[in-house]
């Protein structure tokens, strides 16, 4: 049997998007703040802007032959953050759907926890199918429950964050932008290097103790 991927920082934060990924998200929200601390108040002009933004960083990566389905789901984000920018007529509105998404994407990495099911242990399952010893791997799925419950930990933390910032008052979007990459970035990097940890450390059982495809975890 050969050896399964290897679960490394660079290669996990790499499905993530990576540093390229921080900087196609980052940039057109930038463009959003930037254009709107300038402005008269008009969400039209950073708007426009951010759009433009967006569309570009997909050419771009395009134009260079790199994937662009991040692209385009950063895309699809951003048209929904100015669609919530109009709709509240506030600058703030822009990360509104980010500040859901992170708190609801926490309420599900806690069901998955509370279930049984880590969202962890699926997630490295779809990198390496090997990965499914979990099911029958005690300290691989211990590894994974603990994993999962720091990952929600940090979504939670992240949207808390961003809510408290969110109802201060005032507009308090250029805040946001700073605070949501500040919080964000050193969480995500902290979760992925203390899932790398504890993967390696539970290893993986021998080759006929994995599960069957459709073989579910013993009850812990």
């Known amino acids: 049997m050969s050896e399964p991927r290897a679960v490394d920082t660079e290669s996990l934060l790499a ?40 569309l570009l960083v997909v050419l771009l990566r395009r134009a260079r032959g790199e ?28 990360f509104l759907p980010g500040i859901i998404t992170t708190g609801l994407t926490g309420v599900a990495f806690l069901v998955s926890l509370l279930l049984g099911k880590p969202a962890v242990a699926y997630a490295l399952t779809a990198y390496d199918p090997r990965y499914a010893a979990w099911k029958v791997h005690e300290p691989l799925r211990r590894a994974c429950r603990l994993a999962t419950a720091f990952w929600t930990l940090t979504f939670f933390v992240r949207a808390g964050v961003a809510t408290f910032v969110y109802t201060r008052e ?9 605070v949501v990459n500040a919080v964000k970035w050193p969480l995500i990097v902290a979760a992925v290097v203390l ?26």
């Open 170 to 178: 005032g507009d308090n979007d250029g805040l946001l932008l700073i």
């Open 67 to 94: 994937s662009v389905q991040q692209a385009f789901s950063g895309f699809f984000g951003l048209a929904i953050a100015v669609l919530f920018a109009r709709a509240t007529g506030t600058g703030e509105g822009f």
């Open 195 to 220: 899932t790398v940890v504890l993967v390696r450390r539970a290893g993986l059982p021998a080759a006929e103790e994995q599960p069957e495809p459709d073989e579910e975890p013993a009850s812990a």
């Open 15 to 54: 499905q993530m998007g990576g540093l390229r990924g921080l900087l196609d998200s980052a940039l057109p929200a930038t463009v959003f703040v930037l254009a709107n601390l300038v402005g008269d108040g008009d969400l039209t002009v950073p708007i426009v802007l951010s759009l433009i933004t967006g």
